[in-house]
């Protein structure tokens, strides 16, 4: 029992990083933050 459960686990954090690398947001896949950012950041737009 203790075998199956240590399998199921490992498995079960295996398939979860492969997801978080899989949905990661610095890619540079081109499509920017998936999230807005927690603090706002100010730009000067003079030209």
């Known amino acids: 029992m203790t075998e199956l459960l240590l ?5 079960g954090l ?11 947001d610095d890619d540079n896949g081109g499509g920017g933050l998936m999230q807005p950012a927690l603090v706002p ?3 000067n737009r003079r030209s």
Do not use: E, H, M, Q
């Open 7 to 11: 399998t199921a686990f490992v498995l």
């Open 14 to 24: 295996l398939g979860y990083v492969v997801w978080l690398a899989l949905d990661s």
């Open 41 to 43: 950041i100010r730009v």
